[in-house]
């Protein structure tokens, strides 16, 4: 007998759609980065340090700076935590973020929240939120995804 393949559920379908935005941030992708979002005006991000960008085009926007300006970025995520509620799902984590510019690189810890719409079956990024912490938090020490 055949063994059907196991579907995923919502939970690991949302994992999964932010991985692909942490992999399209931590390879300066703007297509990939493209890819992962909704465009729509109300889509929303706030970058450490930056206004909050409302709108595909503002978002888009910020992602191509950030991308010319960068030269490498390496991001490694941790602590991931998912709650779906029908059409919407969420992921808090912490991001470990070293970026390179021009001889010159940075590290940062930060704790981000990515809130995803399904969307004609898709996951798609409609808010993304990052601040940096001054200190890891207790439970930083889950495994690194």
Known sequence: MAVSPRLLTDEEEVLTANRMFYSALHSLNLSMMSQVWLHDDWVKCLHPGWDLL????????SWEEIFRSTEQ???SISRPLVHVA???GWVSCLENVTTT?????SSALVEATNIFLRKQGR???VHHHSTPLAE???EASAPVQ
């Open 54 to 61: 409302m709108g595909w085009e503002e978002v888009q926007g």
């Open 73 to 75: 970025m390496m991001v």
């Open 86 to 88: 029908g059409d919407v």
């Open 101 to 105: 510019n021009q001889n010159d690189f």
């Open 123 to 125: 996951w798609l990024l």
């Open 136 to 138: 890891p938090p207790p």
